[in-house]
């Protein structure tokens, strides 16, 4: 009764994730400016492992992969936070400015996507 | 299951092909370490799924370590394109 339940959250979990991967992804290479990028990239690799090593766990039950898992899980909850807040202050500092409705207005429009 | 794995592994390349193309193309070098960020982080994920599809599960532990030397190497390379020195003991009297 209850394994085929949790064979179907596991195999939602984990096709939500890998979705949720790709739209970082385009995000990475479609949105204007450095920030925007990070935006992309960092949220969706904050909630894309949180999706799959959950559903990893969910397969494996209690045992000693789903440690590991989590061990991971708790690493990379920590890090890429860190790791995006430490880029956006280091672009921040070397001078790079966002990209704004009024700058790209003053610019022409030529810069309108990539 | 197994083709519930192979589409989320498929979705994690496709993720890195992405990145990989942002890290190459990339204007500033921070776009790069966006890139090389996400790269990484995906690569855990991969090496994590790979262990479940091919049944190995000690690949975990290569994930394990992969999640930490991700970090190291992207806060490694920020303090290095910042102060042009690693061993630099303080920062520029900035921001």
Do not use: C
Not at chain 1, 21 to 37: M, Q, S
Not at chain 2, 8 to 18: E, G, P, V
């Amino acid at each position: 009764m209850i394994e085929p339940l949790i064979t179907l959250i596991s195999a939602g979990m984990l096709l939500t994730g890998g979705a949720f991967a790709v739209i970082g992804g385009i995000g990475v290479v479609r949105f204007p400016d450095i920030y925007t990028r990070l935006h992309a990239g960092g949220v969706t690799d904050t909630i894309a492992p949180l999706l799959i090593v959950g559903g990893l766990v969910l397969q494996s039950g209690w045992h000693q992969l789903s440690f590991k898992l989590l061990l991971i899980l708790l690493f990379l909850l920590f890090t890429t936070p860190t790791a995006s807040h430490a880029t956006a202050r280091a672009a921040m500092a070397a001078g790079i400015e966002p990209v704004t409705r009024d700058r790209r207005r003053a610019s022409g429009e030529s810069s309108s996507n990539t | 299951m197994t083709n519930v794995l192979l589409a989320t592994i498929l979705a994690i390349f496709t993720t890195m092909a992405l990145a990989l193309w942002r890290a190459i193309r990339g204007p500033s070098v921070f776009d790069t370490i966006v890139g090389v960020n996400v790269f990484g982080t995906k690569t855990v994920l991969l090496i994590a799924l790979i262990a479940y599809f091919s049944g190995n599960n000690d690949l975990v532990d290569v994930a394990l370590v992969y999640a930490l030397i991700n970090f190291l190497a992207v806060i490694a390379v920020l303090k290095l394109v910042r102060q042009r020195d690693l061993a630099a003991s303080r920062e520029p009297s900035d921001d």
